[in-house]
C-alpha cells in the first residue's frame, strides 16, 4: 500500500515532522494559536457575553493551557514516533494523533466563529472519544510517556466538555442572540 503523509492510511503527519521534537511540539501549539488568534475578538466578546456555568476559569487561562497541552501532545506523539515508529500500531496511532488534531482545532470555529454549541459539543465527544483510543494505542505501543502526556490533555478536555454543555444549556443553545444583545445589536 503506498504511504500518504508518512502513514499507509494516509492520515499521519510526515515522519519529518514526528522525528523532529520542535516541529512536532510547535506544530499544535501554531495552529491552535493561528486559530484562537484569528478568532479572538470575536470570541472574547461571546465568552464575556454568555451566562456561564459553576467553575468556569477567567478568558485569560485559556491561553496558558492551550499552549501548554498543544506542547503535551506534540512531545507525546513525538515520542511515540521515536521509540516505537517501526511498530505495527504506529500507522493507527499516528491516524488518531491526526484526527484528535482536526477535531482540537475545529472546535473554536464551531462554537465561537460560527457560535453553534450544539455542533461544538458533537465535536469535543468525538475528540473525547478519540483522545481515548489514542491513549489506548499510546498504551498499545508501550509508550507510558506518551501515555502520561494524554493525562492532563482528557482532563482539561473533560473540563471543557462540561463547559460546553453548561453554556448551551443555560444559554437556551443560541449564544449568537446573547452576543448581539451585548454589543446592541437585533436577536436573530
Known amino acids: 500500500m503506498p504511504t ?3 502513514t499507509t492510511l ?3 503527519l510526515h515522519p519529518q515532522i ?8 510547535l506544530l499544535p501549539i501554531t495552529i491552535g494559536s493561528a486559530i484562537g488568534w484569528s478568532l479572538s475578538p470575536k470570541t472574547k466578546k ?28 506534540g512531545y507525546g506523539i513525538h515520542h511515540a514516533y521515536k521509540s516505537s515508529n517501526t511498530h505495527p500500531q504506529f ?6 494523533y491526526t484526527t484528535q488534531l482536526v477535531l482540537n482545532f475545529l472546535w473554536t470555529p464551531l462554537f465561537f466563529g460560527i457560535e453553534k454549541p450544539g455542533l461544538a459539543l458533537l465535536d469535543i465527544l468525538g475528540l473525547g472519544v478519540n483522545l481515548g483510543a489514542l491513549t489506548w494505542s ?8 506518551a501515555v502520561w502526556t494524554m493525562v492532563p490533555y482528557i482532563a ?17 443553545w443560541d449564544i449568537r ?9 437585533k436577536e436573530e
Open 18 to 25: 514526528l522525528s523532529n521534537p520542535a516541529a512536532s511540539i
Open 10 to 12: 494516509g492520515l499521519g
Open 138 to 145: 499510546y498504551s498499545r505501543l508501550g509508550d507510558r510517556v
Open 4 to 6: 500518504i503523509l508518512g
Open 156 to 172: 482539561w478536555v473533560s473540563f471543557a466538555t462540561y463547559l460546553n454543555v453548561g453554556v448551551g444549556v443555560l444559554n437556551g
Open 91 to 96: 500507522s493507527t496511532t499516528a491516524t488518531l
Open 177 to 185: 442572540s446573547k452576543r448581539k444583545a451585548v454589543e446592541g445589536g
Open 46 to 73: 461571546t465568552y464575556h457575553s454568555l451566562t456561564q456555568p459553576p467553575l468556569h476559569p477567567p478568558s485569560y487561562l485559556f491561553g496558558p493551557v492551550w499552549t501548554l497541552l498543544y506542547g503535551l501532545m
